[in-house]
């Protein structure tokens, strides 16, 4: 309500009523965004769920909700990726360059053992004829499997069922190790906000996985004791709050609308549709031509996709609703890909092959405007000379 958040509604998905939520201060920790790229281990069923993150806390809903509000958000041009392992046979990624230190075994399709390799060097081995490659623990002592059997057994106890009758045997046989993937947001993208936290809205915060520069237990865990410290001061200065009924009515009709839509789209299949458009048109390797191509298709979503959601029963919405967002936030992604004109790490333009040092401490950061996408490259903000490592580290030898 002009320019300050006073408060946020939901929808309780048992029984599909709405509820409003007045607030004087409003904090957003709802995880980073993943779900606009396909699982990060390939299934042969469009809509498996086998993201290397938690799937139910990865479809951008903080991010929408910042944005659509007002807010701003950053490096969304930018992308985690990684190599994964193809199948899902026990063990989980992260076990192969950890082990207490002691790495994964890395073979060509021949048998020959190499070092893991790097991005280059997999495209190279590649073009040689050398994949696939494959990742392997049968070098690691027993100690090491029955503690991995344990994290799996509490995780996903089915997966040593699936190995079983596959005649897998997960601490002798090899995983294949499949190529670089974009993998989502991951720690660098996300809400813009200052020391306290705060969004450029008044009354509203952000924290943990959802504002940029956090990421993970450790960065969640610190941002939330700071803003708790702090929080009774905010809300000490915020004033009174008005929630105007007509925006309330606009959240609850297209909160409940697929609930009166008989014969439309699962929001699931809406959801493949976008990760669809994303891996093909945005995913490792861009150009122009993909982007506006990919632009133009979940354009089409939009109009028309968006419009067919439809909600067998309250707890369908909770999926129509993630659906909207990742779809919002997927446009957000392509704009900002083809604001950044350039190839910089692992960000590849192939019609744009060299880095731009014009682009060197800029960030791409978008809003909404009165409805209007606002893309704007700027100066990124440098740290308080108090927070460099330098003044940190004299402080500390004064002290």
């Not at 809509?47 to 007002?70: Q, T, V």
């Not at 929630?243 to 439309?264: F, N, S, W, Y």
């Not at 309250?314 to 950044?340: S, T």
């Amino acid at each position: 309500n002009n320019g300050e958040v006073v408060g946020a509604t939901a929808v309780n998905i048992r029984t599909g009523q709405v509820i409003v939520a007045k607030a004087k201060v409003t904090v957003i920790a709802t995880g980073m965004f993943h779900r606009q790229f396909d699982p990060t281990t390939p299934a042969p069923w469009k809509f498996k769920f086998k993201y290397h993150f938690c799937p139910a806390s990865i479809s951008g809903d903080g991010y929408a909700m910042a944005y659509r509000a007002g807010a701003e958000l950053v490096n969304m041009d930018v992308t985690g990726q990684g190599f994964r392992i193809r199948d899902d046979l026990t063990e989980p990624y992260g076990h192969f360059p950890l082990n207490d230190g002691i790495p994964a075994k890395c073979f060509t399709w021949k048998g020959d053992e190499i070092s893991t390799p790097n991005t280059q060097r997999y495209y190279e081995l590649e073009q040689k004829g050398l994949t696939p490659l494959y990742l392997s623990l049968e070098h690691l002592p027993e100690d090491y499997h029955k503690r991995g059997d344990v994290c799996t057994a509490e995780e996903r106890l089915i997966s040593f069922k699936i190995a079983e009758d596959r005649g897998f045997n997960p601490h002798t046989h090899r995983y294949e190790m499949g190529a670089l993937k974009p993998v989502g947001h991951n720690r660098i993208s996300g809400i813009v906000v200052n020391e306290e936290f705060k969004t450029g809205l008044k009354g509203l915060y952000a924290i943990g996985d959802t504002f940029a520069g956090g990421g993970g237990s450790s960065g969640a865990s610190v941002t939330g004791l700071l803003l708790g410290d702090d929080l009774h001061e905010f809300i000490k200065d915020a004033g009174d709050l008005a929630v105007t009924e007509r925006q309330v009515k606009e959240h609850k009709e297209r909160a409940l609308k697929p609930m009166a839509i008989k014969k439309g789209t699962e929001p699931l299949e809406l959801e493949s549709a976008i990760r669809y458009a994303m891996e093909h048109y945005a995913g490792e390797l861009k150009s122009e031509g993909k982007v506006r191509e990919g632009l133009r298709r979940l354009g089409t979503l939009k109009r028309k996709g968006l419009q067919l959601l439809s909600a067998k029963n309250p707890h369908y919405l909770l999926g129509c609703l993630e659906a909207r967002n990742i779809l919002d936030m997927a446009i957000v992604d392509m704009q900002a890909i083809l604001e950044r004109k350039e190839t910089r790490g692992l960000f590849v333009r192939l019609d744009y092959p060299d880095r731009d040092p014009a682009m060197d401490g800029k960030l791409i950061f978008q809003r909404l405007e009165n409805g209007k996408p606002m893309v704007e490259l700027r100066e990124r903000v440098d740290l308080k000379e108090a927070y460099k490592v330098d003044s940190f580290r004299k402080d500390t030898e004064t002290q």
